[in-house]
């Protein structure tokens, strides 16, 4: 979720909503995992709210199930479950693999002031298939949602990557965009790691507007294990080393400029967020390369050698949609 606009009103919201905290308890299912008890204290009972992600989670994992084999990923012994510093809010991690799916996961966060999702699914390397995302956050009065099939490789220069995963997607992708308008400023550096068919929204909380974004999210991850089933494996290793890179460069992105890092921080610490956003939302950082965030990305370098907090140098973004309805990016024309 890579939007100023998202970040800034994530920041709002968890200033207004989360109380001084109490010491971190967390819970491993499997019981050997770093991630063990601080301090006993006995388990609260959380309120959750009448919507809820759970049946998101419930229909993305069972679908995935009648498309192909689903296993457990090694991951799952370490991420569980775990209780916020508050002691009210509780996180989810479920985590998968597949025959051609490197990573399957999920994390949600419930609680008596909001509700999150954070869904990818990520490909082995030997498959150009672009990554599912979905980041959904909800309080009593306001919903941030994106999602989207985030591009493998940029649509804009490579023509071929669009006609061959978006160009059917785009009437669904008509649809949904008129139902969950466009939610304001997309910087710059951002765009480049969304397609054509992104849902980024902003909405009031209620049944009817999370119903219709359950059936975006249900066609939108149909529309993905189909590509997926399709999908043939590269045995070019250039085109495999290609992927890889394309893959290692969004994952370094998404680890150190999500605006996810802010709740996480709030609710389980900066060490613990960090080993989260590294380790298990955007897990393959130091396996499928060893490029830094600033080789990729080198103007957000500063004379020390750390990287700018900004999430955006250029200072630009999008007040509105930048992809016409044929898909063809227009956003040069519309950048302020």
């Known amino acids: 979720m890579d939007c100023c606009s998202f970040s800034s009103s ?68 370490k991420y ?23 990573l399957l996961r999920s994390m949600s966060i ?27 956050f909800t309080t009593a009065n ?24 978006y160009d059917r997607l785009l009437p669904l992708g008509l649809k949904y965009t008129e139902l969950l308008p466009w939610g304001g400023k997309l910087t710059s550096e951002s765009i480049k790691f969304f397609s054509p068919i992104v849902i980024w929204t902003k909405f009031s909380s209620s049944n009817s507007k999370h119903e219709v974004l359950y059936s975006a999210f249900v066609e939108y991850y149909k529309a993905w294990l189909e590509l997926m089933e399709q999908a043939v494996e590269d045995t070019d290793p250039s085109q495999i080393t290609c992927n ?42 130091d396996e499928l390369g060893s490029k830094t965030f600033l080789d990729y990305f080198p103007e957000y370098g500063i004379e020390d050698g750390t990287i700018n907090e900004k999430r955006s140098i250029i200072g630009k973004g999008f007040e509105n949609r930048p992809w016409d309805k044929n898909g063809e990016f227009i956003g040069n024309d519309l950048r302020n």
């Not at 009972?45 to 192909?68: D, G, M, P």
Request: proline share 6%; net charge positive; with cysteine.
């Open 80 to 102: 569980g479950s775990m209780i916020a510093m508050d002691e009210q809010t509780r996180l989810e991690m479920l985590s998968f693999e597949t025959p051609k799916i490197r």
């Open 110 to 136: 419930e609680g008596e002031a909001m509700q999150v999702l954070d869904f990818a699914a990520f490909p082995k390397p030997e498959f150009d298939l672009p990554i599912f995302c979905g980041n959904f």
């Open 244 to 285: 890889l890179e394309a893959q290692h460069r969004y994952l370094t992105w998404r680890a150190e400029k999500d605006p996810g890092h802010g709740v996480l921080k709030r609710l389980i610490g900066e060490k613990l967020a960090k080993d989260l956003l590294r380790n298990f939302l955007f897990s393959g950082i």
């Open 10 to 77: 994530l920041s709002l919201s968890l200033s207004l909503m989360l109380k001084p905290r109490p010491p971190l308890m967390t819970i491993n299912y499997n019981g050997n995992s770093q991630w063990s008890k601080r301090k006993k204290k006995r388990h609260c009972l959380l309120q959750v709210s009448a919507i809820s992600y759970q049946n998101f989670i419930h229909f993305a994992f069972n679908e995935t199930k009648r498309h192909t084999l689903l296993l457990p990923s090694p991951l799952q012994e």
């Open 142 to 165: 306001m919903n941030i949602v994106v999602l989207d099939l985030n591009p493998l490789h940029d649509v804009t220069s490579r023509r071929d990557y669009k006609e061959k995963y």
